[in-house]
């Protein structure tokens, strides 16, 4: 398994800037927060594979900072063999996730990138408890996406995303 030192490094290796760095950085401390809570709830969560995932989920804003960065990291991760898992993390953390058909109408790879596993909706959700380095709520983050006009239909994922992982743990 990738390690945390191994993960930085890869960031670090790949270009990626210092405050990307930090935001994964972040991301990564809510999401291992989240996964001891559900493990500890009974769960069976791999909270090392969480740590790793996020760090990693943004790898691809090396190369960019559109939607894509989570395409761009994921053919990053399958470049460096990382495990399937880590890269699936990667791939599957935009929102709430991402249809075949809004991927088609984003210029993205026709492809389903809804979080699956318990690991990947812990990623996807932390990254949207967080805005730059600083911790935000989902009424935030929702609040963001109402004022960046994203649709309605995405914003409610948002949330039963929100409510699916927090009831992991209440």
């Given at each position: 398994?990738?390690?945390?030192?191994?993960?930085?490094?890869?960031?670090?290796?790949?270009?990626?800037?210092?405050?990307?760095?930090?935001?994964?950085?972040?991301?990564?401390?809510?999401?291992?927060?989240?996964?001891?809570?559900?493990?500890?709830?009974?769960?069976?969560?791999?909270?090392?594979l969480v740590e790793v995932g996020a760090l990693l989920h943004d790898l691809g804003r090396c190369k960019t900072?559109?939607?894509?960065?989570?395409?761009?990291?994921?053919?990053?991760?399958?470049?460096?063999?990382?495990?399937?898992?880590?890269?699936?993390?990667?791939k599957r953390h935009i929102g709430a996730g991402i249809s075949k058909e809004e991927a088609r109408a984003l210029?993205?790879?026709?492809?389903?990138?809804?979080?699956?596993?318990?690991?990947?909706?812990?990623?996807?959700?932390?990254?949207?408890?967080?805005?730059?380095?600083?911790?935000?709520?989902?009424?935030?983050?929702?609040?963001?996406?109402?004022?960046?006009?994203?649709?309605?239909?995405?914003?409610?994922?948002?949330?039963?995303?929100?409510?699916?992982?927090?009831?992991?743990?209440?």
């Amino acid at each position: 398994m990738t390690t945390r030192a191994e993960a930085i490094n890869l960031l670090e290796e790949n270009g990626c800037a210092p405050n990307v760095i930090e935001h994964c950085k972040e991301v990564a401390s809510i999401a291992v927060e989240i996964a001891n809570k559900a493990k500890a709830a009974g769960h069976d969560v791999n909270p090392q594979l969480v740590e790793v995932g996020a760090l990693l989920h943004d790898l691809g804003r090396c190369k960019t900072h559109k939607i894509a960065h989570a395409v761009e990291g994921y053919r990053l991760a399958r470049i460096e063999r990382l495990e399937p898992e880590i890269s699936e993390i990667i791939k599957r953390h935009i929102g709430a996730g991402i249809s075949k058909e809004e991927a088609r109408a984003l210029g993205l790879p026709e492809d389903d990138y809804f979080p699956r596993s318990l690991e990947e909706k812990i990623v996807a959700h932390a990254d949207n408890l967080v805005k730059g380095t600083s911790r935000i709520t989902v009424a935030e983050r929702i609040e963001l996406m109402r004022k960046q006009e994203v649709p309605e239909n995405v914003i409610q994922r948002v949330n039963k995303l929100a409510e699916e992982v927090e009831r992991l743990f209440l």
